[in-house]
């Protein structure tokens, strides 16, 4: 089966020049069109030592800072390749920004389908090696902490490329369809390979590990260390630049149609590590627990909730989601000996609502939820080890 299919292109030329290209959203792989838009030559001011060699050397970015050594990020001196079906708008170096360790790249869509999308690029190009990089795909929520919720209508990517996809490597996620891994290698728009994958989760909720290993004679793609996919009949040779970025679409196809709003794509972490050479330091990674939102446990109509608190583990986090339609909702809370219970909003921060009656009375809360948005339940320890189930009725899936 065809898949609509188009790739995001910057090319970074030898010298100073820079132009666009990117491919249309098309019903075969195989067709693309090119963009001829060359930014204006503020670029050569801005950024005016592009480097076209390959370099050694390992290295791994944790983004305490946006290194504008590396990095070089897309702005408005140019038409981009998705102001197409309706959209228009630019790339915005605000919408790249730096927090507490994440690289937060920001999507907005405006009602009347006026965009301001994020982009960046290493000013320098790698070759053979190993690329990672631990990133969430793009939702509602800018905090590393707090699930959002994932529309249509956008691309989350991490690859490289350079020259018109004379080297293209791809993991990309659609808005629409956020359980697929787009893997992909590209040696020229004509000639190229690509496949799906995933891990049987909504890949906007939490953060993954996606790597591929990328040898003279094949391309292997990983998500959270398991192989996933791999290449031998399209291998590109020419070093390339690593990019990220998080852009709009307006299709039935590939991105889905557009959704209004802000979308926001964090990223963790990148490294990489030259073919043959020791790959960077890393850190331990902090899986999050059912003690904060980001570890939420799920709450359903059909699934409820149980456990035990104690003084020593005194609050347990559930997340659960409205219907389509949204409306009334009741969230209760059966405890054996006192437990209290809390419902915030998708942030997982602002209260709605709270019950926190005596001992081993009931609690519960009704509010009225909107539609098709995810909240949070927080079952919060009051005294001895009670334990608790955690149920809900009404509007919720």
Not at 348 to 359: A, E, P, V, Y
Request: aromatic share 10%.
């Amino acid at each position: 089966m065809l898949i609509p299919k188009a790739f995001p292109h910057l090319i970074l030329t030898t010298g100073l020049g820079l132009t666009l290209a990117a491919c249309s959203n098309i019903t075969t792989p195989a067709s693309h069109a090119r963009i001829t838009d060359t930014p204006s030559s503020e670029h050569d001011v801005v950024h005016p030592t592009l480097e076209t060699h390959n370099v050694t050397g390992s290295w791994r970015d944790d983004f305490h800072t946006l290194d504008t050594a590396r990095w070089w990020v897309s702005n408005s001196g140019w038409t981009p390749f998705w102001a197409r079906d309706g959209l228009t708008g630019n790339w915005n170096t605000s919408n790249v920004t730096v927090n507490a360790g994440y690289l937060i790249m920001k999507l907005d869509v405006s009602a009347g389908l006026i965009a301001n999308a994020a982009e960046l690029a290493t000013s320098t190009r790698y070759g053979y090696g190993t690329y990672e990089a631990r990133l969430r795909a793009a939702s509602t929520s800018a905090d590393p902490a707090v699930r959002g919720v994932g529309t249509s209508g956008n691309i989350t990517g991490f690859f490289s490329f350079v020259n018109d996809s004379e080297t293209e490597i791809d993991h990309e996620i659609e808005g629409q369809n956020r359980t697929i891994d787009w893997m992909g290698a590209w040696q020229t728009t004509n000639r190229h390979d690509y496949g799906t994958g995933g891990t049987g989760a909504d890949l906007s909720q939490d953060f993954h590990t996606y790597r591929w290993d990328w040898t003279p004679t094949r391309i292997d793609f990983y998500i959270d260390g398991v192989l996933k996919r791999t290449t031998t009949s399209v291998v590109p040779t020419a070093a390339a630049h690593l990019m990220f970025n998080l852009w709009p679409t307006n299709s039935t196809g590939w991105g889905g149609l557009a959704t209004a709003g802000t979308q926001y794509m964090l990223v963790d972490y990148v490294s990489f590590s030259p073919l043959g050479s020791t790959p960077p330091a890393t850190d331990p990674i902090k899986i999050p627990t059912d003690d904060t939102p980001a570890g939420a446990l799920s709450l359903t109509k059909a699934t409820s909730g149980s456990g035990t608190l104690s003084s020593s583990d005194t609050q347990d986090w559930y997340t659960f989601t409205s219907t389509d339609l949204g409306g009334r909702a009741t969230v209760s809370l059966t405890t054996g000996w006192n437990s209290d219970l809390e419902i915030y909003t998708p942030d997982g921060t602002t209260l709605l609502g709270s019950s926190r009656r005596s001992k081993s009375n009931a609690d519960s809360v009704t509010l009225t939820l909107q539609a098709n948005t995810r909240y949070y339940a927080r079952v919060v320890w009051a005294s001895r080890t009670p334990s608790y189930t955690l149920s809900a009725t009404g509007a919720v899936r």
